[in-house]
Each structure stands twice: as structure tokens, then as C-alpha cells.
């Protein structure tokens, strides 16, 4: 049964003078306070109308009869109610805004920092990204207009809530701008997607504040991109390299072609391009390679495997690289003359402290979950073909 505006009743009376005497006096004030707070949550009297216009606090009028519930509530216990009274209004502050106002597919928290760094990234590469709340997680998907690239991320953390399914979506750059943010600055923000905005709420550790910011979705009709078709490529070779040198591949091959061609079998990887004028080759032995991972198909007699890529999308998404630690990895998936998969992966971090208003007290940035990038990037015509392979291919490929 809902409870409503009247039913807020006084709690059972507790032995005020033994839980003195055995310690037990705030477990039982933070048990009331719980259950007031549930309760008044539950109240089916309550509207949006108890909030401010900005939506940063509640309306005097509802303060007013929130005295008058919590006196109700607490009138065995005069000399609690005063003293937990501010606790009470913060703690369901949240609670009851998200139930009434916002009414979200879902929420998660993270460090403000790696979430503006994550959309700035994308931002890179795609402006316009759609949101979608599963759940399991937060996937971020989007493809560039011609259809050659197409990159799915994966927000998944302790801090993630699921309401019900559904999809939104955003312009990343301005959402970055929003978010920007320097790492010592020491913020925890949480997305709550809702159904007609998205709400920002953030905490700051260094200058003790707290921001609610509303975010304006956009129209964006993205045509149901092709994951499943691409998730069921069986990619014969897997290998990895680390930022500096997918940087170093980038800048030597951009000096004489627009265009890659990777090359790889189980001991060595080649990455070429050719111009008007040079042609340019870079290998790396298995010994300079993280990781090199080869299993032949039984369906051609070649030992390798091999793609050609624009430099301008992979430059693209080489944006993803900020994100990684020094000691992070880029992995890539090949088969020949099919979509590469590049997938980066990076810890989720949120700020802890013992009193996140307290300047003195100790911060650190506690491991939540990770975000998993997986773009898809469609081949261009290798500058060789295999005969079996058809000479009048287009130019390059879409999804």
C-alpha cells in the first residue's frame, strides 16, 4: 500500500536511556532517519511543485510541511528531530527529485574528470552520439555519416542503476565543455538519464560545493547500426601495440599516404603506405609487439592477414589514446579484407573521502568498473588483391 500525506506516523518508542547506555543511540536515530526518509519517498500526496524553479532546493512551503511530518514522525523523540533535521532534508533531496522531476532510464556515478576526458574523446571523432541505458550498463553508440566507422562504448560500474530501457541522445562536444574539468579538482558526478533531459549532479571535494546542471537532448535519427553482423566476424589475428607507437605508425605513414595497409601474420606485423612519390614500410617483430596472436583459416591457403584503412578515421580514433595509463594497450582484431576492431579499455575510478567537505581529510580515487570502446572501421581496397577477390571493389567499403 502507498502511503500517503497522513499516514507519516510516530515511530515505536525505544528504551532512549539503555540505547544511551550501550552505545546504540545513533544506530537508532540513522534507522529513523531511514525509515522517514523511505516513507516520505512512498508519499503519494508529493508533486514536482515542492521543488524551486532551478530545481536546487526545495520550495519554503514544502520545508514548512516537512517540519510538520518529521515532528509527527520523531514526537517521542523531541530532542532528535532538531538535531537531524538538516540531515534529513539533504539525504532525500536526491531521492525525491529523481522520482518526481527527472523519472530516469538509469544513473551512474563517476570521477567528473575521466567522464569529461571519455566525451572529449568522442567528441573527437563524432559529435552526435546516442545513449542507451541496458541493464547491464551504459553503451554509447555512434557512426559517422558515410558509414565507415562505427564505435560502441561500454560504461559499466558498481555505481550504475537501472531503471527501464531506453535511448537518448547528445551532442559529445558540448557535453564535454559542460563537464570540463581539472583532475584536482576532485569530483564525482552523476548521469541521470532521464526521459526528457539529462541531469548532472556533482560533488567537488577541493571547492565543496555541489552543481545541477540540466543537459538539452538532441533529435538525432541514427539508423540501427550493424553489431550484430560485426560481433559474429571470426578474426584470425589479435594483436597489441601501445599509444606511442600507434602514434609513431600514424605520423610516418601520414608522410607519404592517406591510406594504411596492415599486414600481420604470427610473428610480425607490417604497416605500409605509398604515394606520388615514396612508399613507406614499418615492421615490428613479434619481441616489439605486447601481444601477437595468429590462427590460420582452413578457408584460403594464406598465412597472414591483411586490410587497408584510412589514416584520417584512425587518426580518429586514435582520440581514445588520452584515456589510457602509461602502461595501457590498444588491441586490434584483423581479417583479411574485413572491418579492423580496435578496442580500447580503462579502469572507472570514483573520488572517495571520509568527509568529502572536509579539506583535511584524506582523498583517494577507488576502482568502480571500466569503460570498453570497440570501433569497427570498414577497408578500403587493398592495393593488391587476391585473384579470388573482385578487381572492380569500390574504393572503400560501409557497414
Same mark, same amino acid.
Given at each position: &500500500?502507498? /502511503? ?38 512512498? !508519499?503519494?500526496?508529493? #508533486?514536482?511543485?515542492?521543488?524551486? /524553479? ?20 520523531? @514526537? ?5 528531530? !532538531? ?42 571523432? /563524432? ?15 555512434? &557512426? ?51 526521459? !526528457? ?13 555541489? %552543481? ?6 538532441? @533529435? ?33 605513414? #601520414? ?18 603506405? $605509398? ?14 609487439? $605486447? ?22 578515421? %584512425? ?18 582484431? &584483423? ?29 583517494? /580515487? ?34
Amino acid at each position: &500500500m502507498v /502511503e500517503s500525506n497522513n499516514e507519516i506516523k510516530s515511530q515505536p518508542s525505544y528504551d532512549w536511556n539503555k540505547a544511551i547506555k550501550t552505545g546504540q543511540k545513533d544506530e537508532i536515530i540513522t534507522t529513523l532517519r531511514e525509515q522517514f526518509i523511505t516513507n516520505l519517498i512512498k !508519499d503519494s500526496s508529493l #508533486n514536482g511543485s515542492i521543488f524551486t /524553479e532551478k530545481l536546487d532546493a526545495f520550495t519554503p512551503s514544502f520545508l514548512e510541511s516537512l517540519k510538520t511530518k518529521i515532528a509527527t514522525f520523531f @514526537e517521542k523523540y523531541s530532542s532528535v528531530k !532538531d538535531t537531524i533535521y538538516e540531515s534529513i532534508i539533504s539525504q532525500s533531496f536526491e531521492p525525491l527529485l529523481e522520482r518526481l522531476v527527472i523519472k530516469p532510464y538509469g544513473k551512474i556515478t563517476l570521477n567528473t574528470f575521466q567522464l569529461f576526458k571519455i566525451f572529449e574523446s568522442i567528441s573527437k571523432i /563524432e559529435s552526435e552520439i546516442q545513449i542507451k541505458c541496458t541493464p547491464e550498463q551504459v553503451n554509447i553508440v555512434f &557512426m559517422d555519416p558515410s558509414r565507415i566507422l562505427l564505435s560502441i562504448g561500454f560504461l559499466s560500474a558498481d555505481t550504475y542503476s537501472f531503471y527501464k530501457e531506453g535511448k537518448v541522445s547528445i551532442n559529445a562536444e558540448d557535453f564535454a565543455k559542460l563537464l570540463n574539468c581539472a583532475k584536482k579538482e576532485l569530483c564525482n558526478s552523476t548521469l541521470f538519464f532521464g526521459k !526528457d533531459q539529462l541531469f548532472i549532479q556533482t560533488e567537488s571535494q577541493k571547492y565543496q560545493s555541489n %552543481l545541477l546542471d540540466r543537459f538539452n537532448y538532441i @533529435e538525432l535519427d541514427l539508423e540501427e547500426a550493424p553489431t550484430e553482423n560485426l560481433e559474429n566476424i571470426d578474426y584470425p589475428l589479435k594483436f597489441q601495440i601501445n599509444p606511442d607507437q600507434f602514434q609513431y605508425i600514424l605520423k610516418k605513414i #601520414n608522410e607519404v599516404s592517406e591510406i594504411v595497409e596492415f599486414e600481420g601474420s604470427s610473428d610480425r606485423l607490417l604497416f605500409s603506405g $605509398s604515394g606520388a612519390r615514396a612508399e613507406r614500410t614499418i615492421t615490428f617483430s613479434k619481441r616489439d609487439l $605486447s601481444l601477437i596472436e595468429y590462427e590460420s583459416s582452413n578457408e584460403n591457403d594464406r598465412d597472414y592477414e591483411a586490410s587497408a584503412h584510412s589514416l584520417t578515421f %584512425l587518426k580518429a580514433i586514435n582520440s581514445y589514446s588520452q584515456l589510457l595509463e602509461k602502461d595501457g594497450v590498444i588491441t586490434f582484431y &584483423m581479417k583479411y579484407d574485413h572491418p579492423i576492431k580496435v578496442v580500447y579499455e580503462i579502469n572507472l575510478t570514483q573520488v572517495e573521502s571520509n568527509n568529502i567537505h572536509s579539506s583535511s581529510s584524506k582523498v583517494k /580515487e577507488i576502482p568502480i568498473g571500466s569503460f570498453k570502446a570497440t570501433t569497427y572501421l570498414a577497408p578500403r581496397a587493398l592495393e593488391k588483391q587476391d585473384e579470388e577477390f573482385d578487381e572492380d571493389i569500390e574504393d572503400e567499403d560501409e557497414f
